[in-house]
């Protein structure tokens, strides 16, 4: 048979490079889907997380706004302000705002009189000040409640201010202020990478990372020429590389634009976020493909170098080696007959050793088969000697009578493991599993009446018809009723149940109150036992499922859930029409 032409190396050549131009094609369309797929997914991230801080920053602001709410309603019910203002006596009024103020965390406390002047304050330079013309205390005056006023400061800084009139006798009598300090929340945000913003319900700009665009509108704002700081952090990198379109441009810089809800007289907050630290993430991946790629192609030429300098080692051993082939071949044949001759020898030791195999399964299933009725017969001779001494030769024939019908049965079984080496035909006949169990019972009437075992019978009251070996059956039953026996040797009170019962299929059910089975899995293998040694070779339960599957039937095993072991053993039943064509 000749062998397939091999390519020529002009062939191969152009094989290989296709096949690079192939590995290219593929670098390149998987590192444009990648680069789409993971801009995508880092940018909805990237944007998912800034949702997440701007919801932080939001609920820190709340925080914040409410818990400096209720101070006013407090302070301006508070004793010994009320007396201060009363009595224009403010020698500890101002000492006692400084403890107040470091209770609560505010950032100044403010008390005015009814002209605006402060007569009482956290910030001792402001005593004796005029703050007629203030917008918390207008408001104040005109309100029945706690307000809230913000005021651009000449410094560019954003006052935040609580104020409430403080009454006595249903008349006002001074002024409380509690200024707000959000400007925190500004310096936190300073450490961020993003730019951030607050605006409020008219859509200027009250807190941001940049201080420039405090009290301007949010458009004129961005339009500020001058990169500072914050932004220049937020926008190092564009958006052009992107497959997504930019959301703003800053200072002609493409940067992602989140915008969210605070919850407070209709305050929005804005954020912009660089698109670098995506960028990074895609271009890491993308380094990596990139990397593996190049690996790939430098693995294929090293393959190619590496086959070349094969072929030429293979061509200078071609020679050598068909000059040993010769050899080899008469070896092998030289030790392929030798092989042959001793599996010959194996074979023949194989069979041998399954003849004395086989017999030592025989004589064993003998042994244990015939060492029931040898038993019941002992105990018959026995009861029979007894009888004869009493007098009572009627009783004794009796028992004459049954140990002939056990010889017959031993005669019976041995012609029946005869058919184990042969097949022939199972003489079956229809008769009613109820006088098989009667049968079985009798058979081991002795055992069990020395024992003192209690018996409870549970069976139909109409008959139950199989067709099967008679002799067989209750071969199965006496098998197990010893099993049984074997069981509940040690247990003080020893009892069995039997049900019978009828459906699609003649079910008989043996329960005992012994210690149960511990190995359910090998339970019906041969030579399986847990016996001692000479009380059973464990072939008993092996040859009963044996039979009773030749029968059609089936003989399971389990633990009882009270204890014991449950045999539970099923026939077909014979039905009318099938008796009646058997006939």
Known sequence: MKEPAKPSRSLRRKIMRLGW?????????????????????????????????????????????????????????????????????????????????????????????????????????????????????????????????????????????????????????????????????????????????????????????????????????????????????????????????????????????????????????????????VRERVNGVLALEIMGFALLLAGSFWWLSRKARS????????????????????????????????????????????????????????????????????????????????????????SFQRIDDLIGRMGAITRQLKSYARKGDVAFEPFDLRDAVSAALSMMEPQLRSRHVSITRSLTSEPVIIRADRLRVEQVLVNLFRNALDATRDVAEPALELILATGDTATLTLRDNGHGIEDLDHLFEPFYTTKAPGDGVGLGLAISSGIINELGGRLTARNGRAGGAVFELQLPILRQDSATAAE
């Open 21 to 277: 131009v192939f590995i290219l094609a593929l670098a390149g369309v998987t590192v444009w889907l990648t680069n789409h797929y993971l801009t995508q997914r880092f940018t909805e991230t990237t944007r998912n997380q800034s949702e997440l801080r701007q919801a932080l920053y939001a609920g820190n602001i709340i925080s914040e706004l409410q818990r400096a709410q209720v101070v006013p309603l407090l302070l301006s019910r508070d004793p010994s302000l009320i007396g201060a203002l009363n009595s224009a006596d403010f020698l500890t009024t101002s000492q006692r705002l400084i403890e107040l103020r470091d209770e609560i965390g505010a950032k100044s406390i403010l008390m005015l009189d009814t002209t605006g002047r402060a007569v009482a304050s956290t910030d001792r330079n402001l005593l004796g000040s005029n703050h007629r013309a203030a917008p918390y205390f207008v408001e104040a005056q005109r309100a029945d409640s706690t307000v809230f006023t913000l005021h651009l400061q000449e410094n560019n800084a954003m006052e935040f201010a609580y104020s409430r009139l403080i009454r006595h006798d249903n008349k006002g009598i001074g002024v409380i202020v509690v200024e707000v300090d959000l400007g925190k929340f500004e310096r936190q945000w300073s450490g961020i990478s993003d730019a951030v913003l607050v605006t409020d319900s008219t859509g200027r700009v009250i807190l941001s990372t940049e201080p420039r665009w405090r009290g301007h509108p949010l458009n004129e704002a961005l339009a500020e020429q001058e990169a500072p700081s914050a932004i220049q952090r937020a926008i190092d990198a564009t958006a052009d590389w992107s497959f997504i379109p930019p959301d703003a441009y800053l200072f002609g810089e493409a940067v992602m634009r989140t915008d969210g809800r605070i919850p407070f007289q209709g305050w929005r907050m804005t954020s912009f976020t660089a698109y670098s630290p």
């Open 311 to 398: 072929e030429r080692r293979v061509a200078l051993r071609e020679s050598a080696e068909l000059r040993q082939l010769n050899l080899r071949l008469q070896r092998e044949i030289a030790e392929r007959e030798k092989a042959e001759r001793s599996l010959e020898v194996a074979e023949q030791t194989l069979a041998q050793s399954s003849k004395l195999a086989a017999l030592g399964e025989m004589s064993a299933a003998v042994s244990h088969e015939l060492n029931q009725p040898l038993a019941a017969m002992r105990t018959y001779l026995a009861g029979a000697r007894l009888l004869l001494e009493r007098k009572r030769p009627a009783e004794a024939l009796s």
